[in-house]
C-alpha cells in the first residue's frame, strides 16, 4: 500500500493541466482549458480540465477525477503505477514497504501472462543497452548517422550482438516458452532456437504506457531484410503501433502536428536535428488504427512521402484510409521533398526553418486527392470522368457523414466530374443501395452449403470425420497469392463478384480462400486490426493470415495494376474449373447426347479464350 499522505503529496506538487496536456490538446476558454474527449469520439470539445480544482471532466460521457485518475483510465496504469509515474515527474521516490516471502510467492502468481512477457522484453531491452556501450562497429554507425548519446539514450537504442544465443547470457532459462512468445528468440521446425535479433541496432517500441511491447533492428552490414520487427504476439500488433508516438509525445504537443516518416531512423535522425514530433508505422501501410491514434494527440498530421511514383502510392493509400476518418476540426496534409531527399537529408542540407516551410505548404488532403485524379483520369473527356467517378464512388461514400469536409469534397468532385451536386448524390445513393444488396447477398453466401461443388461438401464431411482440431489445411500456391494481393490491396474487394465467389467454393482447394473473401466483403474490409476477431473462429484461414502477416521477407507486394493481376488470377481459377468439368464429362456423362455436346464446345472455347488471355 502507497501511504495516503505521499499521493496526496504527489497531487499537490503536478500539475493535472500538464499531464492531460501531454495527451490531449487543450485551448483555453475562460478559466479552464477545452479539448477533444480522449475517452469517447466526438466533433466538438466537451471535455474540460480546471487548474484551480485540478480536475478534469467531460460533459459528454461523464468520466472525470484528478491526474492519478487520468493515467488510469486513458493509459490502463494501475494506481500504483500511475502514482510512480507522477512521482517521478516531480522527482519524488515512491516509499517501498517489505513483502514477506510469502506475499512475494503471491504476487508471482498473480501475474498475468502480459506481465512476463513485458518482463522478458525489458530484460532483452538492458541486455541490448549494455551491448551497444561495447559495440565499436554499432557506435560508429550511429555516429555516421549524426546521432549523439543524448539522443541514443531518448529512444533506448541497442546492440543485439552477433552471437546467434546471446539472450543465453540474459536468461537462465533460453528454452522458456515466453522468450519465444514475446518474439525474442525463434524456435526452427527442428525445435533448435536462435536470437531473433543479430548484427542489428535495435529500437524498442513502447505502447501509451511507456512499456516495451518490441523490437525493431536494423542491420549495420550485409544481409537481408534491413528492418526487421519482433513478430505479433500477445502485447505486439504492428499495424497498431506507432514508432516514436511515446517519446515524442511532448514534441508533437508543443509543435501543434505530428509528421509522420517512413521509419525508425528518419524518427530518430529529426529528433537529433530537433524536430521531435515525427512517428513511423512499423514496415506496414498505414491503418485506421494508426490515425485515430494520432487524432487523439493532435489536431494535425503531416505525411511525409518521397516525391516519386512509390512515395506518391504510399500517399495514396495512406488518404483512402483517411477518408472515413475524416472531421472537420482535423487537418491532414501530404508533404511531398525533392526526389533526392527524405526529411533528415532535406534539414542538414537546408535547415530547420526551410524545412518548416515545406511543412506549411505542404498538400491539403482534398488538395492531393483532385491532383492525383487529374493524373490518373483524362477528365477533359466524358469517358474519363465516367470512368473516375465509377472508380471512386466507394472513397466518397465512405466520408463521414454531417462534416463540412464531405460537403466540400462532393461539391469539389462535382465541379471536376462536370456534375452538379445533387447529381452526384444521387449517383452515390445509388451506389450505396447497391453494395448494401452486394453483401446482403455475401451474408448469405456465408450461411449457406449449396454454393459449395460436391466435391467440396465431401471434404467438409470427412474432415468432421477425423479429428480437424489436429490437422492443418494447407492452400496451394495460386491461393497463397490471392490471400497476400487481398491483404495488400484490399481495394480489390470492391471488384469481386458474386459468380467469382462461387466460382472459388466450388473447387476444394479454393474453400478457404473464398470463406476469406466473404468475411472480408461482409466486414467492409480487409484490415487485419478489424477482420482479426472473426478470422480467429476459422483457425486455418487466420493461420494462413498470420504467416503472412508475421514473415519478415514477404514485403508489401506494390503492383501497378493490382485488378488485373487479380483479373488474371481469376481467368486461372475458371482454367482449372473448366478442366475439371471436361474431365467429369468424359468420364461421366454420355458424349452421344445433343446437350453433353454442345456443353462440352461451349467449355472449350471458353477454356481456348481464356487460355488466350494470361
Given at each position: 500500500?502507497?501511504?495516503?499522505?505521499?499521493?496526496?503529496?504527489?497531487?499537490?506538487?503536478?500539475?493535472?493541466?500538464?499531464?492531460?496536456?501531454?495527451?490531449?490538446?487543450?485551448?483555453?476558454?475562460?478559466?479552464?482549458?477545452?479539448?477533444?474527449?480522449?475517452?469517447?469520439?466526438?466533433?466538438?470539445?466537451?471535455?474540460?480540465?480546471?487548474?484551480?480544482?485540478?480536475?478534469?471532466?467531460?460533459?459528454?460521457?461523464?468520466?472525470?477525477?484528478?491526474?492519478?485518475?487520468?493515467?488510469?483510465?486513458?493509459?490502463?496504469?494501475?494506481?500504483?503505477?500511475?502514482?510512480?509515474?507522477?512521482?517521478?515527474?516531480?522527482?519524488?521516490?515512491?516509499?517501498?514497504?517489505?513483502?514477506?516471502?510469502?506475499?512475494?510467492?503471491?504476487?508471482?502468481?498473480?501475474?498475468?501472462?502480459?506481465?512476463?512477457?513485458?518482463?522478458?522484453?525489458?530484460?532483452?531491452?538492458?541486455?541490448?543497452?549494455?551491448?551497444?556501450?561495447?559495440?565499436?562497429?554499432?557506435?560508429?554507425?550511429?555516429?555516421?548517422?549524426g546521432l549523439d548519446g543524448k539522443t541514443a539514450l531518448k529512444f533506448g537504442l541497442g546492440w543485439s550482438g552477433r552471437d546467434r544465443q546471446g539472450l543465453k547470457q540474459v536468461f537462465e532459462n533460453y528454452d522458456n516458452p515466453d522468450?519465444?512468445?514475446?518474439?525474442?528468440?525463434?524456435?526452427?521446425?527442428?525445435?533448435?532456437?536462435?536470437?531473433?535479433?543479430?548484427?542489428?541496432?535495435?529500437?524498442?517500441?513502447?505502447?501509451?504506457?511507456?512499456?516495451?511491447?518490441?523490437?525493431?533492428?536494423?542491420?549495420?552490414?550485409?544481409?537481408?531484410?534491413?528492418?526487421?520487427?519482433?513478430?505479433?504476439?500477445?502485447?505486439?500488433?504492428?499495424?497498431?503501433?506507432?514508432?516514436?508516438?511515446?517519446?515524442?509525445?511532448?514534441?508533437?504537443?508543443?509543435?501543434?502536428?505530428?509528421?509522420?516518416?517512413?521509419?525508425?531512423?528518419?524518427?530518430?535522425?529529426?529528433?537529433?536535428?530537433?524536430?521531435?514530433?515525427?512517428?513511423?508505422?512499423?514496415?506496414?501501410?498505414?491503418?485506421?488504427?494508426?490515425?485515430?491514434?494520432?487524432?487523439?494527440?493532435?489536431?494535425?498530421?503531416?505525411?511525409?512521402?518521397?516525391?516519386?511514383?512509390?512515395?506518391?502510392?504510399?500517399?495514396?493509400?495512406?488518404?483512402?484510409?483517411?477518408?472515413?476518418?475524416?472531421?472537420?476540426?482535423?487537418?491532414?496534409?501530404?508533404?511531398?521533398?525533392?526526389?533526392?531527399?527524405?526529411?533528415?537529408?532535406?534539414?542538414?542540407?537546408?535547415?530547420?526553418?526551410?524545412?518548416?516551410?515545406?511543412?506549411?505548404?505542404?498538400?491539403?488532403?482534398?488538395?492531393?486527392?483532385?491532383?492525383?485524379?487529374?493524373?490518373?483520369?483524362?477528365?477533359?473527356?466524358?469517358?474519363?470522368?465516367?470512368?473516375?467517378?465509377?472508380?471512386?464512388?466507394?472513397?466518397?461514400?465512405?466520408?463521414?457523414?454531417?462534416?463540412?469536409?464531405?460537403?466540400?469534397?462532393?461539391?469539389?468532385?462535382?465541379?471536376?466530374?462536370?456534375?452538379?451536386?445533387?447529381?452526384?448524390?444521387?449517383?452515390?445513393?445509388?451506389?450505396?443501395?447497391?453494395?448494401?444488396?452486394?453483401?446482403?447477398?455475401?451474408?448469405?453466401?456465408?450461411?449457406?452449403?449449396?454454393?459449395?461443388?460436391?466435391?467440396?461438401?465431401?471434404?467438409?464431411?470427412?474432415?468432421?470425420?477425423?479429428?480437424?482440431?489436429?490437422?492443418?489445411?494447407?492452400?496451394?500456391?495460386?491461393?497463397?497469392?490471392?490471400?497476400?494481393?487481398?491483404?495488400?490491396?484490399?481495394?480489390?474487394?470492391?471488384?469481386?463478384?458474386?459468380?467469382?465467389?462461387?466460382?472459388?467454393?466450388?473447387?476444394?482447394?479454393?474453400?478457404?480462400?473464398?470463406?476469406?473473401?466473404?468475411?472480408?466483403?461482409?466486414?467492409?474490409?480487409?484490415?487485419?486490426?478489424?477482420?482479426?476477431?472473426?478470422?480467429?473462429?476459422?483457425?486455418?484461414?487466420?493461420?494462413?493470415?498470420?504467416?503472412?502477416?508475421?514473415?519478415?521477407?514477404?514485403?508489401?507486394?506494390?503492383?501497378?495494376?493490382?485488378?488485373?493481376?487479380?483479373?488474371?488470377?481469376?481467368?486461372?481459377?475458371?482454367?482449372?474449373?473448366?478442366?475439371?468439368?471436361?474431365?467429369?464429362?468424359?468420364?461421366?456423362?454420355?458424349?452421344?447426347?445433343?446437350?453433353?455436346?454442345?456443353?462440352?464446345?461451349?467449355?472449350?472455347?471458353?477454356?481456348?479464350y481464356l487460355n488466350n488471355m494470361i
Amino acid at each position: 500500500m502507497i501511504p495516503e499522505s505521499f499521493v496526496q503529496e504527489v497531487l499537490n506538487r503536478v500539475h493535472v493541466e500538464d499531464v492531460v496536456g501531454q495527451y490531449v490538446q487543450l485551448k483555453k476558454r475562460g478559466t479552464s482549458l477545452f479539448g477533444l474527449c480522449p475517452f469517447h469520439q466526438e466533433k466538438s470539445p466537451s471535455f474540460s480540465v480546471s487548474p484551480q480544482k485540478q480536475f478534469f471532466h467531460c460533459f459528454s460521457c461523464g468520466q472525470g477525477g484528478n491526474a492519478i485518475d487520468f493515467l488510469m483510465k486513458h493509459l490502463g496504469m494501475t494506481f500504483p503505477e500511475a502514482v510512480k509515474t507522477l512521482a517521478s515527474r516531480v522527482g519524488l521516490q515512491v516509499p517501498e514497504q517489505k513483502r514477506s516471502s510469502r506475499q512475494i510467492a503471491q504476487e508471482i502468481e498473480r501475474k498475468t501472462k502480459t506481465d512476463l512477457l513485458h518482463e522478458c522484453l525489458e530484460k532483452a531491452q538492458k541486455w541490448y543497452k549494455q551491448q551497444l556501450k561495447q559495440a565499436p562497429e554499432a557506435i560508429d554507425y550511429l555516429k555516421n548517422r549524426g546521432l549523439d548519446g543524448k539522443t541514443a539514450l531518448k529512444f533506448g537504442l541497442g546492440w543485439s550482438g552477433r552471437d546467434r544465443q546471446g539472450l543465453k547470457q540474459v536468461f537462465e532459462n533460453y528454452d522458456n516458452p515466453d522468450l519465444v512468445e514475446a518474439g525474442l528468440v525463434i524456435q526452427n521446425e527442428d525445435l533448435r532456437k536462435y536470437d531473433r535479433f543479430r548484427e542489428r541496432i535495435t529500437f524498442p517500441i513502447y505502447n501509451a504506457r511507456g512499456k516495451i511491447i518490441g523490437f525493431g533492428g536494423r542491420i549495420i552490414g550485409s544481409g537481408q531484410p534491413k528492418y526487421l520487427n519482433s513478430p505479433e504476439t500477445p502485447i505486439f500488433h504492428k499495424g497498431l503501433e506507432l514508432y516514436g508516438l511515446f517519446e515524442n509525445r511532448a514534441g508533437i504537443h508543443k509543435e501543434g502536428f505530428v509528421l509522420v516518416v517512413e521509419g525508425y531512423m528518419d524518427v530518430v535522425s529529426l529528433a537529433q536535428l530537433g524536430l521531435e514530433n515525427a512517428v513511423a508505422t512499423l514496415g506496414t501501410a498505414t491503418s485506421a488504427e494508426h490515425i485515430t491514434k494520432l487524432m487523439r494527440i493532435t489536431h494535425k498530421i503531416v505525411f511525409s512521402f518521397d516525391g516519386d511514383q512509390a512515395g506518391r502510392r504510399a500517399a495514396w493509400k495512406a488518404l483512402k484510409t483517411c477518408f472515413p476518418l475524416l472531421r472537420d476540426d482535423i487537418a491532414i496534409r501530404f508533404l511531398f521533398l525533392p526526389e533526392e531527399h527524405d526529411p533528415d537529408t532535406y534539414i542538414r542540407a537546408f535547415g530547420q526553418e526551410k524545412f518548416r516551410e515545406q511543412v506549411q505548404s505542404s498538400l491539403p488532403l482534398s488538395t492531393f486527392f483532385i491532383e492525383e485524379l487529374k493524373r490518373h483520369y483524362r477528365l477533359d473527356e466524358a469517358e474519363g470522368r465516367a470512368t473516375c467517378l465509377h472508380e471512386i464512388r466507394e472513397l466518397l461514400v465512405q466520408l463521414p457523414d454531417a462534416t463540412v469536409m464531405r460537403v466540400q469534397i462532393e461539391k469539389d468532385m462535382a465541379k471536376l466530374l462536370g456534375l452538379t451536386h445533387e447529381e452526384l448524390k444521387s449517383n452515390l445513393h445509388s451506389y450505396i443501395e447497391s453494395q448494401q444488396q452486394r453483401q446482403a447477398n455475401v451474408q448469405a453466401f456465408m450461411h449457406t452449403e449449396e454454393v459449395f461443388s460436391p466435391l467440396v461438401k465431401k471434404e467438409i464431411k470427412e474432415k468432421k470425420k477425423v479429428s480437424s482440431w489436429h490437422q492443418k489445411r494447407t492452400v496451394d500456391p495460386l491461393s497463397m497469392k490471392i490471400f497476400r494481393l487481398i491483404l495488400n490491396h484490399p481495394d480489390i474487394l470492391t471488384c469481386i463478384t458474386e459468380r467469382q465467389l462461387e466460382l472459388l467454393a466450388h473447387q476444394t482447394q479454393y474453400a478457404l480462400v473464398a470463406q476469406f473473401l466473404a468475411i472480408c466483403i461482409a466486414s467492409g474490409t480487409a484490415t487485419l486490426g478489424t477482420i482479426e476477431h472473426k478470422l480467429k473462429e476459422h483457425e486455418d484461414i487466420y493461420r494462413i493470415v498470420m504467416s503472412i502477416v508475421n514473415n519478415p521477407i514477404i514485403q508489401d507486394e506494390i503492383l501497378s495494376n493490382p485488378k488485373a493481376e487479380w483479373i488474371g488470377i481469376m481467368h486461372k481459377v475458371e482454367i482449372e474449373d473448366i478442366k475439371r468439368i471436361l474431365k467429369e464429362l468424359m468420364q461421366t456423362a454420355d458424349m452421344q447426347d445433343e446437350t453433353n455436346k454442345k456443353r462440352y464446345r461451349q467449355l472449350s472455347m471458353r477454356l481456348k479464350y481464356l487460355n488466350n488471355m494470361i
